[in-house]
């Protein structure tokens, strides 16, 4: 049987805005950063959420806390609990979920799952359960519209794929990593598997991992679409790796990977390469914290070549900088092309003027009117779009374009909204 790639999951719960270890348990799991930072550090694959909040407030107060989960992740959250209307879905969503959770017993599921799957793909949605025949008797109304089951009874394990063809994450007491290995065998549709060792120990998790693909079980972070030996490498027997951040496109280094290094970055996520003086492997960022987790890897045409798009943290550069390339050799003037850092840094001169005043800046003239002076002259340029929309003159609508992203930056200064939750909100769309 050919077995695909298994996740290991962190499951853990909210309660008033704060990590809790357990349903019943509700003793804080102390600093929020670090405590998502040690999940993907050491190999979680994604992490679930369970609002336990009983009332409107404390539901707001867990969504607050949602969104700076999302924001400190590097690995996919689900989130589910208190999903009682199609707004709790639209919210969690839209604060950087990947899937909600809905719950099997609640009477509404059937309609939220169903109007859910149409205005968000069912890609979005998952569906916790605990009694078989509680989800059996809602099978034809949900089944078509939800792409995966939390099973929160480990009695179920090895036996859904009798009941439905829909991948499953189960959760598990404490386990050995034999009877993990042997629960995950037992049924191909079983996608991942969490045991509550693993929001305490996390540290476990790339040891079991390890363990698992020993025994056969596949539980990569990372799947490549290609095997090691179709590589062309170096004299060394490494191949050259090209690091880039994935939002910018910067380059931040060249690095090299032995086959070891390669593999140990599928299965835990995080860049690792072979040092050539030292000898040895080395997780970027073990040491500095300043780690880079793995968004694409792309061979070259030849098969020589790496290309790795990741999530840097803090400095890319052991001196310090972003990137290691910081050295000018030739520069030959040039207007910068990349749209993004062309709005960045006009909206960071924007903020700075926000932040530091300068006497006849006509930028300060709108902070010191406003929020109504801003927003009179965001209706006056929209207003000026339509009517140069209107005329036959390409080049009088990309001059009011220009100018109304002007006074829309401006106003997200004033707001606080930088370009990076702007443009997360929108791959969120």
Same mark, same amino acid.
């Given at each position: ?55 409107d ?11 700076q ?45 169903r109007?859910g799957?149409?205005?968000f ?8 359960i ?44 404490n ?8 629960? +995950?065998? %037992? *049924?191909?549709? /079983?996608?991942? =598997? ?6 305490? &120990? ?13 025994q ?16 062309? +490498?170096? %004299? *060394?027997g490494? /191949?050259?790796? =090209?690091?880039?951040d994935?939002?910018?496109? &910067? ?45 694409s ?9 790496i ?17 290691c390339?910081?050295?000018?050799l ?12 062309v ?6 001169v924007?903020?700075?003027r ?12 709108l ?17 000026e ?18 100018d ?9 200064a ?16």
């Amino acid at each position: 049987m050919k077995y695909t790639p298994k996740d290991i999951t962190a499951i853990v719960f909210l309660k008033d805005g704060m990590l809790v270890k357990g349903f019943r348990d509700h003793t804080p799991m102390g600093d929020l950063e670090a405590t998502i930072r040690s999940f993907h550090d050491n190999g979680l694959d994604k992490i679930i959420l369970f609002d336990l909040s009983d009332n409107d407030v404390e539901h707001e107060k867990n969504l607050h806390t949602i969104k700076q989960v999302t924001g400190i992740s590097e690995i996919p959250v689900y989130v589910g609990g208190n999903i009682n209307y199609h707004e709790d879905v639209k919210k969690v969503l839209y604060a950087g979920c990947k899937k909600v959770i809905l719950n099997a017993l609640k009477p509404k599921t059937r309609e939220l799952a169903r109007d859910g799957a149409q205005r968000f793909g069912k890609d979005r949605l998952a569906l916790s359960i605990f009694n078989v025949d509680v989800f059996f008797k809602q099978k034809d109304d949900v089944e078509h519209h939800i792409s995966e089951l939390i099973v929160l009874n480990e009695k179920l394990a090895g036996t859904m794929s009798n009941v439905t063809d829909i991948p499953y994450t189960i959760l598990m007491e404490n386990m050995t990593p034999e009877k993990i290995c042997k629960t +995950l065998k %037992s *049924d191909e549709n /079983i996608q991942g =598997i969490s045991c509550l060792s693993f929001v305490e &120990e996390p540290e476990k998790v790339i040891e079991l991992k390890k363990y698992l693909k020993s025994q056969g079980v596949c539980a990569d972070h990372l799947t490549s679409s290609m095997d090691w030996s179709s590589f062309k +490498l170096n %004299s *060394d027997g490494l /191949i050259p790796v =090209i690091v880039q951040d994935y939002k910018t496109n &910067e380059v931040l280094m060249l690095a090299y990977m032995n086959e070891e290094a390669y593999h140990t970055t599928l299965a835990v996520g995080k860049m690792t390469y072979y040092s050539r003086s030292r000898q040895e492997l080395w997780i970027k960022g073990l040491t500095s914290g300043h780690f880079q987790y793995v968004k694409s890897l792309t061979i070259d045409c030849d098969n020589d070549t790496i290309l790795a798009k990741v999530s840097q943290v803090g400095a890319a550069c052991h001196t310090g900088s972003r990137s290691c390339f910081f050295t000018d050799l030739v520069q030959e003037d040039s207007m910068d092309r990349n749209l993004f850092e062309v709005l960045e840094r006009q909206y960071n001169v924007i903020k700075d003027r926000k932040e530091h005043p300068k006497k006849g800046s006509y930028t300060n003239y709108l902070f010191e009117k406003g929020i109504d002076k801003i927003l009179k002259k965001i209706g006056e340029e929209s207003t000026e779009i339509v009517i140069a929309s209107k005329n036959s003159e390409r080049e009088d609508v990309k001059y009011e374009i220009a100018d109304f992203l002007y006074y829309l930056m401006v106003l997200m200064a004033e707001k606080g909204i930088s370009m990076e939750e702007v443009l997360e909100e929108l791959v969120l769309r």
